[in-house]
C-alpha cells in the first residue's frame, strides 16, 4: 500500500499545539470555525490528527517561496 503523505507533491502537513493555534488566531483575527476545513480522512493528513485539531499546510510558491495556510479538521 502507498503511503499518500510521504508522496513528494503532497505538502507537509503539522498539527498545531494550543498556543500556536491561538497565536494564528490572534494574528488573523478569526475564531477556530472562521478556519477553511479539511476532512479527517484526508490521505495527507499526519496519522495523529484529529477532528478539531487546525494543521498547518506548507507548500511551495513560485512568487513567495512558500505558502502557508491553515486548516481546521473536521469529521
Not at 27 to 38: A, H, Q, S, V
Request: aromatic content about 2%.
Amino acid at each position: 500500500m502507498v503511503d499518500v503523505s510521504q508522496h513528494n507533491l503532497v505538502p507537509e502537513h503539522t498539527v498545531l499545539d494550543r498556543d500556536a493555534v491561538e497565536d494564528v488566531l490572534t494574528e488573523y483575527d478569526i475564531g477556530r470555525t472562521d478556519l477553511p476545513k479539511i476532512q479527517r480522512r484526508d490521505a495527507a493528513l499526519p496519522e495523529d490528527a484529529e477532528v478539531g485539531d487546525v494543521v498547518k499546510i506548507v507548500r511551495d510558491s513560485r512568487t513567495t517561496d512558500e505558502a502557508v495556510v491553515y486548516r481546521l479538521v473536521v469529521e
